[in-house]
């Protein structure tokens, strides 16, 4: 069942298996997976069935860093959550992202890509994917890369017939949850608001938060100030080594038409560095991503290089006039590297509700810069020596100025601040997800990640919500023996 508001009464009476805090597509994942499986299920999403400026402006808070974006429009507060915005581009982690690479960085995953990929099927048909192609060298430093895409799937529109219709999932709107209520090491109970500010209670065997990666370490934060730090028990991580993957224009390319890159249906044609480059670079992963230009664009590139290389500009032109040639912006979407002081914290301001609002402290460093840096050279560098074209590289890349304030800057990508560890010195949640010191809390989406990678996380986020779905049923399992 879907409902639009909290009936006052109607849930103090239920004990649910489990109570999903977030309908977004780690929510709804396990939502669909564990109703499937005959678990009663009770699914909170805060936001109504659509957007609403009034739901929308509890998402507001502060950027605190020199980087600014707004908290408040770079996720969403309604039924089918991020995928409400999600352009559909999907990647898989690569094998290496879940290892150490760097001494002194900690990219380490407790689990490696073996414990996903059993999900991996699934949460391809989930997003409406086909199969991965496999990666194609580039020389013996790079790969040339595929990106699919998902139509893509609105988890909203493809799976709220199936939430109407499922007896054991209670889906309920316009339930933003307050608190948690810790007893003996578990929580026993959410403390729930509508939009009238009626207050209503909801009691479940396990509970899972799923609301994404500011909210997940916000409620958190707010719950465990509540309950005497029994929530989060060891809190040294709590909130930390938020991550983002940084989005920005590193340079241009000039190609010769032989040269092997594969554009796909957006123009686009896909590089990253192998893992063995990485290791050498003592740098972090990177997706490069040349868009092809237009001839017109492409003249005027040219015009624009004389200026600084005429010898290079004549060499380009001549290859445009014989139509040998294309021009190719350069971007890059890169792994940052996990930091401390990268943060959310709880602000002085507060919602409606009372709840203190999200304060993001982040930052990119000169490691930051180096990881791109390095895999954009290596491109650079091949290209010339094959001879399929040219690079030219903004000075800013090499270390000559600030990181550009006016540019694509992030990818909506939130992870990070309650990680994944073995250890509650370094992390929030355990291999499986549960918060450390706690029975029955878990937490999902891609606020657990260690590490973020270069592969956008929503495929992983699915992967990671089936994974989770079938350790929940497990216990499940376990508990009706005994």
């Not at 980087?67 to 898989?92: P, V």
Request: one cysteine or more; glycine letters at 8%; a positive charge.
């Amino acid at each position: 069942m879907l409902a639009e508001h909290i009936t006052r009464g109607a849930l103090e009476s239920r004990l649910f298996d489990v109570c999903l805090i977030g309908a977004g597509p780690a929510g709804i994942t396990l939502a669909t997976e564990l109703g499937a499986r005959g678990q009663s299920v009770l699914l909170l999403e805060a936001g109504g069935a659509s957007y609403e400026e009034s739901s929308q402006a509890m998402y507001e808070g502060e950027v605190v860093g020199a980087l600014k974006f707004a908290l408040d429009t770079s996720r969403l507060r309604y039924l089918g959550g991020a995928s409400n915005h999600w352009g559909g581009f999907c990647q898989a982690l690569d094998a290496v992202d879940f290892e150490s690479k760097v001494a002194g960085v900690d990219t380490e995953w407790p689990i490696r890509r073996r414990h996903l990929d059993p999900y991996l099927a699934r949460a391809e048909a989930i997003v409406e994917i086909p199969a991965f192609t496999p990666d194609r060298p580039y020389g013996e430093q790079l790969r040339l890369t595929t990106m699919r895409f998902s139509p893509p799937v609105n988890f909203a529109t493809k799976y709220r017939g199936m939430l109407e219709k499922m007896p054991n999932v209670a889906t309920i709107l316009q339930a933003c949850v307050l608190n948690l209520h810790e007893r003996d090491g578990a929580i026993v109970s959410v403390e729930i608001t509508d939009p009238d500010n009626g207050r209503h209670t909801a009691r479940a065997r396990r509970f899972v938060l799923c609301a994404g990666g500011i909210e997940n370490s916000r409620m958190l934060l707010w719950a465990n100030q509540q309950n005497g730090g029994r929530v989060v028990r060891d809190p040294r991580a709590l909130g930390r080594y938020w991550l983002e993957h940084p989005h920005f224009t590193i340079g241009e390319a000039f190609l010769d038409d032989r040269a092997p890159f594969v554009f796909d249906k957006w123009s686009i044609a896909w590089a990253s560095p192998t893992a063995q480059a990485i290791r050498d670079a003592r740098a972090l992963n990177a997706g490069l991503r040349l868009t092809r230009r237009n001839r017109e664009s492409s003249r005027q590139m040219i015009a624009d290089l004389s200026c600084v290389a005429p010898e290079l500009g004549q060499w380009a032109m001549a290859k445009l006039k014989r139509r040998l040639f294309c021009g190719a912006m350069l971007r890059a979407s890169w792994e940052q590297a996990p930091r401390a002081w990268n943060r959310v914290t709880l602000s002085t301001d507060r919602d409606r509700h009372g709840t203190p609002r999200a304060e993001l402290h982040w930052r990119l460093d000169d490691f930051d810069r180096h990881t791109v840096a390095s895999a954009a050279t290596l491109l650079a560098e091949a290209i010339l020596r094959r001879g399929d074209g040219r690079v030219r590289l903004d000075p800013w890349v090499l270390g000559r100025g600030s990181f550009p304030a006016d540019d694509e800057i992030k990818g909506n990508h939130h992870m990070g601040g309650t990680r994944m560890s073995s250890s509650s010195a370094t992390g929030v949640v355990d291999a499986d997800c549960k918060v450390h010191g706690l029975s029955n809390l878990y937490v999902a989406g891609s606020s657990v990640f260690p590490s973020g990678g270069a592969a956008n996380p929503t495929l992983t986020i699915v992967q990671l919500a089936l994974r989770l779905a079938d350790r929940l049923g497990e216990r499940a399992s376990a508990a009706s023996v005994l």
